[in-house]
Structure formats: C-alpha cells, structure tokens
C-alpha cells in the first residue's frame, strides 16, 4: 500500500483559523498520512516561536458566538480583541481541546512538514529567528512538486 | 478484557483522543492490546474510522458512566 498524501496551504493567522490546519495535520499524520503544511502570508505567524500574538477578533466576526450581544461600535474598543482571545482560549481549555502549541508539537512529533513561504518573509521583512527552527523556507514551485500527488489537498 | 497498556483521555476533544491513542501504540509490540478511556462522544466515530484507516482493530467499545471505553489492537 502506498502512503496517502495530504497538503495544506495555511493562509490565516487568527486564533479560529490557526486550529483548522494543525488539527487536520496532526490527525492525518496519526493516520498514517504524509503531511506538508505551506504557511502563506498570515498563515506565517502560526510558525512563531511565540504564539501569544495569535488572536482572534469578535469585530466583522458575526458568526462568532458572544456571551452577549455586542454593538459593532463596542467590539472596536481597545481591549476587546485582546478579552476576545482570553475568553476563547479559556474555552477551548474548559472543553479539553488542544493549545495550539500543543497540537503544533503534535505535528512535528509526527513528522509534519511545515513550510514557510519565502516571498511572504521577505514581503513583510520578518525576522527569520522569530520562526520555529523545524521549517523549510520555500515557494509555491516548491509546494507543488508534493501538492501535485496528494490525495487530499486543502487550502484554509 | 486483558490489556496490556491503558490510556485516559477523558476530557480531552477530538482531535487529541486519536492522536494519544496513535502515540500509546507507538510502543507498543504487535497484538498487544490499548484500553483507551475518553469522555469525547466524537471519539465513538473517530476511533473506528481510525482502526478502519490504519488496521489496528478495534475489539471493543462500550459506554460506562458518560465514558467510552476502547480496547484496540496493535497491528
């Protein structure tokens, strides 16, 4: 039998939308799979070393549940996303579902490979050593040569 | 059911019941047995598609108590 493959291409960097990519890996490669994960553009801060920047935004975010309605008005004052985040987070912890760096180990364990796209570290002049060290900097040419003989291939 | 290694996940959500179970067998020999406990309904459906995937079977699930327990087999 031939190993299955699957490619990711993460592209978003909020708190909702970092879970998606890395649990989808995580679980892939525990069944067996082959995973690369091509990080591009806001997709690049789920590499940090320092994932606490990783928020989320209850603003132009309607379908997110709040404890109480919110006035889009009072969703812009300062704080708000900050508070977003701790609830969120504290939620996630009360219903057992993984940190996020958790399940970034989880993928690494499992020999995920993660791939930061060059032109986006340029683009945004980001320091390389704020990145995780088990990362391969590459372009989308790159990705293709694996994305091109998956079985599943998601772009989030 | 004899077992030869048992793991508690109860509390934890999908995706970690499967991802614990996938490191519990990493150590283990072939056809010995994994008891997993979880607390994750979602885990009912996810640990047959697992065993479905990777061929480890799974001998048994029952509830006890609002818990899941599994017994698999290491292929």
């Known amino acids: ?156 | 059911m004899d077992f030869d290694k048992e793991f508690d996940a109860s509390g934890l959500s999908c995706p970690l019941p499967i991802l614990k179970t996938k490191k519990a067998l990493a150590d283990m020999a072939s056809g010995q047995v994994l008891k997993l406990i979880a607390t994750d309904c979602g885990a009912v459906k996810d640990m047959q598609a697992f065993s479905d995937q990777t061929g480890n079977p799974l001998l048994s699930t029952a509830e006890e108590a609002g818990k899941y327990i599994f017994f698999m087999k290491k292929k």
Request: a negative charge.
């Open chain 1, 1 to 156: 039998m031939t190993t299955k493959k699957m490619a990711i291409i993460a592209t978003k960097g909020t708190l909702d939308m970092a879970y998606p990519p890395f649990i989808l890996a995580s679980t892939a490669a525990a069944l067996g799979y082959e995973v690369q994960v091509f990080f591009t553009f806001y997709g690049l801060q789920l590499l940090r070393k320092d994932l606490s920047s990783v928020m989320i935004s209850p603003l132009a975010n309607p379908a997110m549940p709040m404890p109480v309605p919110m006035p889009v008005m009072v969703q812009m004052l300062p704080g708000m996303e900050s508070m977003a985040t701790m609830m969120m987070k504290q939620k996630l912890k009360k219903h057992g579902v993984a940190s996020l760096e958790e399940l970034r180990s989880l993928c690494l364990e499992a020999d995920v490979k993660f791939i930061a796209c060059q032109m986006t570290v340029d683009l945004f002049e980001f320091d390389k050593s704020e990145f995780i060290d088990q990362c391969e900097y590459g372009g989308a040419a790159m990705f293709m040569g694996f994305a091109g003989d998956t079985d599943i291939c998601l772009f989030i």
